[in-house]
Every structure is written in structure tokens, then in C-alpha cells.
């Protein structure tokens, strides 16, 4: 028997699926990537450890993403967003000074421990995530996306979804596809991009977003995709 292929419906104002983020800049790619999706299942599931025996059983698995924009729009627009962090705290509270930023040693940081960085977030985007799971997986994984343990979001904990994640299970993923697509039209949505696992006739890229483990110490491995965009 074949693994089958979750449907999952990522939408929201704001998303942001980092991949090579440093720092002050916090990027965001055009899609959303494997260890994203992945822990959000986790989340779901209210698995906060290493789960390196769980993750074993998604790593090699299908991961295919088509985007979709509101119709009459082109692109994928970032909104940049200026955040500051530590500032405007008395250092002299004992209470306020525990939020403010400090070096590994403890030490107040340099500047007075206010870290200014630039996050970026994919607007009003939505996405079709076929997702092939392990058929020994399915039924608790799909229990957990209906009745979550914990809060589920794209990317960051400020994006919220705004539509049921779940959207079903199919033996394969061309049905998966149809299914998304026909609720991209119900939404008024149209095609913008389409992400498909390995090398094919498109952009190809690395990432580094396959996870092992989780927790303290994570652990990725890299896999090959390919980006299909729309195009005039």
C-alpha cells in the first residue's frame, strides 16, 4: 500500500517560512518549507522534543506546495517589518531588566541590549501543501490538525491562519492537487507558483529544511526542489 498524500491549506495575511535567516534580517521564502510544515504537525500534536524516531518516518517522503495569490494580482509582495526588541526598559527594576537582551555571560550587551532586526512576511499569500505521510501516521496526525494541542502557525507565531489547515486525505497526489486547486478557485484565488520535490524543468534549489531532530539541538538534512512561477 502507498503512502497516502495529506491536503494541507495554508492562508493567511501574513506568513513567513524562514530558511537562511542571520541575525538582525530575517528572511522569508516564496513558500513554505518541509521543517515548517513539519513542525507545525508538531505543534498539532504537542511534541515538543528531539521526535528523531517521528521525523525518521517524514524524511523521505513527497512534500509538493502550489501557491496562489488573490486573482488580478501578480507577485509575491514582502512587507518588511522594523521590530525592536529590549527597549524602553528601567534596567534598574529587577523585573524589567530580566526582558532586556544580554550576552551569554549574563552581562548587560552593548548599546543597552536593544536588538533592532528587519523580518519579512509573504502577504496574503495562500498555499496547497500535498504532503505525503506515513500510512501508520495518518489517522493521528489528522486527528491532531482537527483538535490541535497547541496554537498552529505559518512560519512565525504572529501568522495565524485564517482557514481550516486540514483539508483531507488521497491516495495520491494528483488528487491532492485537484482538490486544492478547485478551492483556490472557490477562493477567488489564482496559480502562482508550484514547488515540486527533486529536479525538474524549472529553478532548481538546495535547502537545508529536512528535519532529524527537534529541540535544543536541531538537526536538518538538505533535499532538492524545483520552483515553477507563473508567468506573463
Not at 27 to 54: N, Y
Request: charged letters at 20%; glycine letters at 10%.
Amino acid at each position: 500500500m502507498n503512502d497516502p498524500y495529506l491536503l494541507l491549506w495554508l492562508e493567511a495575511p501574513l506568513q513567513s517560512w524562514g530558511h537562511d535567516s542571520r541575525f538582525g534580517r530575517r528572511d522569508s521564502l516564496d513558500f513554505p518549507t518541509k521543517s515548517g510544515v513539519i513542525g507545525l504537525l508538531c505543534c498539532a500534536r504537542g511534541a515538543g522534543g528531539e521526535e528523531c524516531g517521528w521525523l525518521a518516518a517524514w524524511a523521505d517522503l513527497d512534500m509538493q506546495v502550489v501557491g496562489y495569490v488573490p486573482q488580478g494580482r501578480h507577485g509575491l509582495p514582502l512587507l518588511r517589518d522594523f521590530h525592536m526588541v529590549g527597549s524602553g526598559y528601567d534596567d534598574q527594576d529587577p523585573w524589567q531588566t530580566l526582558l532586556i537582551p544580554k550576552t551569554s555571560e549574563g552581562k548587560k550587551a552593548v548599546g543597552g541590549g536593544t536588538k533592532m532586526t528587519y523580518r519579512y512576511y509573504l502577504q496574503d499569500m495562500a498555499y496547497a501543501v500535498i504532503l505525503q505521510a506515513p500510512v501508520g501516521q495518518v489517522e493521528a496526525v489528522t486527528e491532531a490538525l482537527i483538535n490541535p494541542v497547541w496554537d498552529l502557525y505559518l512560519g512565525r507565531k504572529n501568522c495565524v491562519p485564517t482557514e481550516f489547515v486540514y483539508q483531507g486525505c488521497f491516495a495520491n497526489a494528483e488528487q491532492a492537487v485537484q482538490v486544492g486547486a478547485a478551492l483556490a478557485a472557490k477562493k477567488k484565488r489564482a496559480f502562482a507558483l508550484r514547488v515540486l520535490q527533486g529536479e525538474h524543468e524549472g529553478e532548481v534549489l538546495t535547502l537545508n529544511d529536512v528535519p532529524l531532530q527537534f529541540g535544543p539541538h536541531k538537526k536538518y538534512r538538505d533535499r532538492q526542489v524545483t520552483v515553477q512561477k507563473w508567468e506573463d
